[in-house]
């Protein structure tokens, strides 16, 4: 693979912590379309963990005493660096992550606007002047949390890490983050590679890869206050609880099994191309892929018609091919249990239109109908390309349906009357609502987040989110002199 950012000569075996450093262990990078082995990279451990934490800690202090356009202008110089090497970084993503190229592509676009965004939040007003009965200046101002902790996913390793890495250096932090092991080049290596490119003073930022025991070490660190945390809501789980005791704030991104409401009145084609995305894209790996495709019933079997041709279209295979529509699920492990939940879906009474069934890690798309509710891959997550769909008889029972579940991360509705839509959104609690669209949609300008199992009501995005994500608001109180006190 020819290189110039990713030059492995560079990393190799190593970490990102001031510097490169050589590991006492080392991971391969696979390729998963093909198994090939690629690289390796240094795997760090709780030892490494505190030495990063400690280096951050002095680090973080010199940081935001700078002036703020010291901090915006590495912001600006990561945007253009992910840009400039879109091609090579998007290869080293499809290859690693097994994302199609497109895809992989577009996500360093979405870098470069990320650390964008960060440079102008550098800039913008940070407090505000408050009202006080007492003849005193009053003023709320953020204040960096000090060292944030960052652990990311597989499944969109760049954009799930750099959404809060960004954020967080431009506000005055340090960052330590821990990538998935199994995409530790485009979740980490990658971002560091940036990062140090533009000029990042050392120190401010470690990249870490290892499993949950390093992730773990990161979470008790005394002297990391804040953890941004994407992944699956049981790790999120365990995360609150150790981080309980210290009382930290952690801003969990879970999982999901978002809903497509399709009414009746509804362009069928199009609503099942966009059913199609919803659920196929990059192998249904999205926290907010649809899930739960909900029908109206008058409408429902044309649906399933273009659902189950389009399924039948779809090329899976190497992410590097032409006209492929997705590529490999990340591993035997994670095809198994795709594999596992479409199985007792169909022993349980569905109906398989389309899929269900694989070759080495290339999952077929599966289309479901007929599936009782309770069928793991309707009322499950099951991260992996299935559509269930199930129909419904009134707008009532679209909302019920659509509120009957312990997630809610995202929620797409595709009618003409938009209005009556935005209603429905009204009754079914999510941290997003797309009407006339399907439920993958994210932006660096939106505030991203789920409710209930699908995260902790923290937001990622956005201006104002990522400032209260990644500061400490501070009220302070300015007289000429101490008051004479009655004592
Ligand atoms: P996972 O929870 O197993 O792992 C995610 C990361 O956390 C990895 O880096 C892993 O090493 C680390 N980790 C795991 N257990 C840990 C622990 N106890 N302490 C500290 N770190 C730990 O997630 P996964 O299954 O690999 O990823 C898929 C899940 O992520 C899905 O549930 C998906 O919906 C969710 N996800 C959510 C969002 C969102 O923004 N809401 C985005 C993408 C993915």
Request: glycine share 14%; hydrophobic share 40%.
């Given at each position: 693979m020819s290189s110039v950012l990713l030059d492995a000569t560079r990393w190799?075996?190593?970490?990102?912590?001031?510097?490169?450093?050589?590991?006492?262990?080392?991971?391969?990078?696979?390729?998963?379309a093909t198994g090939t082995r690629l690289e390796t990279v240094g795997v760090a451990d709780a030892v490494a963990v505190d030495r990063a934490v400690e280096a951050a800690v002095v680090a973080q202090r010199r940081w935001a005493s700078l002036g703020y356009d010291a901090r915006a202008a590495v912001l600006r110089r990561a945007g253009s660096l992910f840009e400039h090497h879109a091609d090579e970084a998007a290869e080293w993503t499809?290859?690693?992550?097994?994302?199609?190229?497109?895809?992989?592509?577009?996500?360093?676009?979405?870098?470069?606007?990320?650390?964008?965004?960060?440079?102008?939040?550098?800039s913008a007003p940070y407090g505000e002047l408050l009202r006080s009965g007492a003849p005193r200046l009053s003023f709320a101002r953020r204040r960096p949390v000090g060292v944030v902790g960052v652990i990311a996913p597989f499944n969109a390793p760049l954009l799930l890490a750099i959404r809060a890495v960004a954020p967080a250096l431009a506000l005055g932090n340090a960052v330590v983050l821990k990538p998935d092991p199994r995409t530790a080049v485009s979740g980490g290596v990658l971002i560091a590679r940036v990062f140090e490119e533009a000029g990042l003073p050392e120190g401010l930022l470690h990249v870490l890869p290892g499993g949950a025991d390093v992730g773990q070490a990161v979470v008790?660190?005394?002297?990391?206050?804040?953890?941004?945390?994407?992944?699956?809501?049981?790790?999120g789980r365990a995360i609150a609880r150790a981080s309980a005791d210290q009382l930290k704030r952690v801003h969990l991104e879970l999982g999901g099994n978002s809903a497509l409401v399709v009414m009746g009145d509804a362009d069928v084609p199009r609503a099942a191309a966009a059913g199609a995305f919803g659920s196929f894209r990059h192998a249904g790996q999205i926290c907010m892929a649809s899930g739960r495709h909900l029908v109206h019933e008058s409408v429902v079997d044309d649906y399933l018609a273009e659902l189950t041709r389009i399924a039948a279209a779809t090329t899976v295979?190497?992410?590097?091919?032409?006209?492929?529509?997705?590529?490999?699920?990340?591993?035997?492990?994670?095809?198994?249990?795709?594999?596992g939940i479409v199985t007792q879906s169909v022993e349980a009474g569905a109906s398989l239109?389309?899929?269900?069934?694989f070759d080495g890690l290339f999952y077929r798309p599966t289309v479901l109908s007929r599936i009782p509710l309770q069928a793991p891959a309707y009322a499950?997550?099951?991260?992996?390309?299935?559509?269930?769909?199930?129909?419904?008889?009134d707008v009532d029972e679209a909302a019920a349906l659509a509120a009957d579940s312990s997630y809610g991360l995202s929620l797409g509705i595709i009618t003409r009357d938009v209005m009556a839509a935005l209603e429905l959104a009204d009754r079914v609690p999510t941290g997003s609502v797309h009407i006339n669209d399907q439920t993958i949609n994210d932006e660096p300008t939106a505030p991203f987040g789920g409710v209930g199992e699908s995260g902790s009501g923290a937001r990622h995005g956005g201006a104002q989110s990522n400032l209260e994500a990644f500061s400490e608001l501070q009220w302070v109180t300015m007289r000429r002199e101490a008051p004479p006190y009655p004592v």
């Open positions: 190799s075996g190593r970490y990102f912590s001031a510097g490169w450093r050589p590991a006492v262990a080392q991971a391969a990078v696979t390729e998963k499809a290859r690693e992550s097994g994302a199609p190229l497109a895809m992989a592509h577009r996500a360093q676009g979405v870098a470069a606007q990320e650390c964008y965004e960060a440079a102008g939040l550098a008790a660190h005394p002297r990391v206050p804040v953890i941004s945390f994407t992944g699956s809501t049981p790790a295979g190497d992410p590097l091919g032409p006209g492929v529509g997705y590529g490999p699920l990340i591993d035997a492990g994670q095809r198994d249990r795709v594999h239109l389309a899929g269900g069934e499950q997550e099951v991260f992996g390309p299935v559509a269930p769909v199930v129909s419904f008889g």
